[in-house]
């Protein structure tokens, strides 16, 4: 079982930027693919970022590609979400994600709690 707990959220003002941290515990693999999703209010949950094991494969979802970076750091456990040039729309539950392949567009197989983002315009 995979544990992963993100940290980061909270209210900022359009333009502005946040950095998402998820750290991960248990049964770890510096092998798994991670990535972020989003769930808005009455919409569905939405693909935002992944990354491969390795960090060398990187993938965005159109509407954020250019603001947003994911990353991650293997001997900490932790993928990062670097947010930049928020827009009110962004506003969302931000979940990471854990999936038992090296890929980063999984399937994912472990979630955490997520953190809430609120850009106010």
């Known amino acids: 079982q995979v544990h992963l707990v993100e940290s980061g959220g909270g209210w900022v003002q359009a333009g502005g930027s946040l950095r998402l941290s998820c750290a991960a515990s248990?049964?770890?693999?510096?092998?798994?693919?991670m990535g972020w999703f989003r769930r808005a209010p009455g919409k569905e949950r939405e693909f935002v970022a992944g990354i491969s094991w390795s960090g060398v494969d990187t993938h965005y979802t159109q509407s954020v590609k250019g603001r947003f970076t994911i990353s991650r750091d293997n001997a900490k456990n932790t993928v990062y979400l670097q947010m930049n040039s928020l827009k009110p729309e962004d506003t969302a539950v931000y979940h990471c994600?854990?999936?038992?392949?090296?890929?980063?567009?999984?399937?994912?197989?472990?979630w955490g709690q997520g953190t809430q983002v609120t850009v106010s315009s």
């Open positions: 994600a854990c999936s038992k392949t090296q890929y980063g567009l999984g399937p994912f197989d472990y």
């Open positions: 248990g049964r770890t693999s510096s092998t798994s693919g």
